[in-house]
T-cell receptor, first 114, second 110 residues
Framework: GAVVSQHPSWVICKSGTSVKIECRSL??????MFWYRQFPKQSLMLMAT?????????EQGVEKDKFLINHASLTLSTLTVTSAHPEDSSFYIC??????????FGSGTRLTVV | RKEVEQDPGPFNVPEGATVAFNCTYS??????FFWYRQDCRKEPKLLMS???SGNEDGRFTAQLNRASQYISLLIRDSKLSDSATYLC???????????FGKGTTLSVSS
C-alpha cells in the first residue's frame, strides 16, 4: 500500500527559530500534497495544498510567509515554520494523493516551541 | 455552523457494547464521506468509506443519508482496541478536499 513518511516525528525548538518538516511519498508519485495542523481536542485544519513545481495554495488565515511550503519533486514536500512562537506548537500532518493512490497521511510531527 | 459536526462524546462503554456515532455535514455539494480513526498523538487512519447504500466491514457499519446530510457509524461488540477518536469526514467527489469533524472519543473498558 501507499506509504507517506514524515520527519521529524517530534521537535522542540526555541522561540524565534525555524523548523523544517519533510513529507515523502515512499512508493508512489504524489500529484498533490496537503498540510494540516491539529491543536489539542480540535479537528484537523487544512493549511495548504501543494502541487509539484507550483506555488502552494494556502487556506484563509494561514500566513504564507510564515509557513513556507516547497514541493520540489513528486515525492517530497517540505513545510518550514519560520520564526516559530509558542502559539505555533501543534501537531502538523501531511498527506498525499497519487494517480493510483487515495489519501494517505504521514505520521505527523509534534512541534513544541519553548 | 461548522461544516462537519459530530457527537461531542466522550463515549465510555464496556467491552461487548454496541455504540453509535452520528455526524452531520452542512455542504450539500459534498460527494464522498469517510470515517477515520485517530489514536492519541497519531495520524488519522482510514476506517471505512461511507456509501448511500450503507456498508459493513466486520463489526463496523456505516450509513449515509444524503437527504438529511447525516452519517453514522455503528460499532458492535466493542473491543478494548477500539478505544480511539473517530473522525467524520466529508469530501468533494475527487476525494481531494477533505473536511474533518472534531472527532468523537470512544473509551472501551473491561
Amino acid at each position: 500500500g501507499a506509504v507517506v513518511s514524515q520527519h521529524p516525528s517530534w521537535v522542540i525548538c526555541k522561540s524565534g527559530t525555524s523548523v523544517k518538516i519533510e513529507c515523502r511519498s515512499l512508493d508512489f508519485q504524489a500529484t498533490t500534497m496537503f498540510w494540516y495542523r491539529q491543536f489539542p481536542k480540535q479537528s484537523l485544519m487544512l493549511m495548504a495544498t501543494s502541487n509539484e513545481g507550483s506555488k502552494a495554495t494556502y487556506e484563509q488565515g494561514v500566513e504564507k510567509d510564515k509557513f513556507l511550503i516547497n514541493h520540489a519533486s513528486l515525492t517530497l514536500s517540505t513545510l518550514t515554520v519560520t520564526s516559530a512562537h509558542p502559539e505555533d506548537s501543534s501537531f502538523y500532518i501531511c498527506s498525499a494523493i497519487g494517480t493510483d493512490y487515495g489519501y494517505t497521511f504521514g505520521s505527523g510531527t509534534r512541534l513544541t516551541v519553548v | 455552523r461548522k461544516e462537519v459536526e459530530q457527537d461531542p462524546g466522550p463515549f465510555n462503554v464496556p467491552e461487548g457494547a454496541t455504540v453509535a456515532f452520528n455526524c452531520t455535514y452542512s455542504n450539500s455539494a459534498s460527494q464522498s464521506f469517510f470515517w477515520y480513526r485517530q489514536d492519541c498523538r497519531k495520524e488519522p487512519k482510514l476506517l471505512m468509506s461511507v456509501y448511500s447504500s450503507g456498508n459493513e466491514d466486520g463489526r463496523f457499519t456505516a450509513q449515509l443519508n444524503r437527504a438529511s446530510q447525516y452519517i453514522s457509524l455503528l460499532i458492535r461488540d466493542s473491543k478494548l482496541s477500539d478505544s480511539a477518536t473517530y473522525l467524520c469526514v466529508a469530501a468533494n467527489q475527487a476525494g481531494t478536499a477533505l473536511i474533518f469533524g472534531k472527532g468523537t472519543t470512544l473509551s472501551v473498558s473491561s
